[in-house]
């Protein structure tokens, strides 16, 4: 696998995503909330970018096959939730691509009635999306099909995390840092 985002060009593109969010955030709190385990690296670079007071909230997702009325049915947990009212609130993971967690998630973290409620990602990959989602801000734009590795994101045996650029098996397409929009109406 060849690097297909230098550590140059990921750097350069977080620190552009950082000022952005920094000026959106007009100087307020920010509650960060990093999905672990693919959105660690990315969200520790980003943070260091944001400008501000910035508090950070790390949540771990469970995907669990559950029986229901004798269907077997595949649902997300996640741990504990922070208390986010009247917060300005950034979900940070790395990669956006069928965008069904992390709608989930959004969801749930609106529950708590926060201030304006965004989404940040370093990859987003909308060819496989199956939500109506976008990125509030991201990285790059990737239209290839295949699994990313480095820069936190591991292959399927879990080894390439450590990798400083980020690598795809095949093709890709970038994009740059730019601010998307949910379809479904999210406060601002």
Same mark, same amino acid.
Request: aromatic content about 6%; hydrophobic content about 30%.
């Given at each position: 696998m060849s690097a297909a985002f230098s550590p140059a060009r990921i750097g350069s593109q977080v620190a552009k995503m950082g000022r952005e969010i920094s000026r959106h955030s007009q100087g307020r709190r920010l509650d960060v909330v990093i999905t672990l385990d693919r959105g660690f690296m990315f969200a520790a670079d980003l943070v260091r970018h944001l400008a501000g007071p910035t508090v950070c909230h790390f949540v771990r997702e469970d995907v669990r096959d559950v029986e229901h009325s004798g269907r077997a049915r595949r649902e997300v947990f996640f741990g504990i939730r922070p208390? $986010? &009212? %009247?917060?300005?609130?950034?979900?940070? #993971?790395?990669?956006?691509?069928?965008?069904? @967690? /992390? #709608? +989930?998630?959004?969801?749930?973290l609106g529950e708590s009635k926060p201030r304006s409620l965004r989404l940040a990602v370093l990859l987003d990959k909308?060819? !496989?999306?199956?939500? #109506?989602?976008?990125? #509030?801000? +991201? !990285? +790059?734009?990737?239209?290839?099909? *295949? @699994?990313?590795? %480095?820069? !936190?994101?591991?292959?399927?045996?879990? @080894?390439?995390?450590?990798?400083? =650029? $980020? *690598?795809?098996?095949?093709?890709? =397409?970038?994009? *740059? *840092? =730019? &601010?998307?929009?949910?379809? /479904?109406?999210?406060?601002?």
């Open positions: 208390d $986010l &009212k %009247g917060r300005d609130v950034l979900l940070v #993971d790395a990669v956006l691509e069928s965008g069904v @967690t /992390q #709608d +989930f998630l959004l969801r749930r909308p060819e !496989g999306r199956r939500v #109506d989602l976008e990125p #509030d801000y +991201f !990285g +790059f734009r990737s239209a290839s099909n *295949s @699994t990313w590795v %480095g820069y !936190g994101l591991a292959a399927a045996n879990g @080894t390439g995390r450590n990798g400083r =650029g $980020l *690598s795809a098996a095949s093709g890709n =397409g970038a994009g *740059s *840092s =730019g &601010k998307g929009r949910r379809a /479904q109406k999210r406060k601002k």
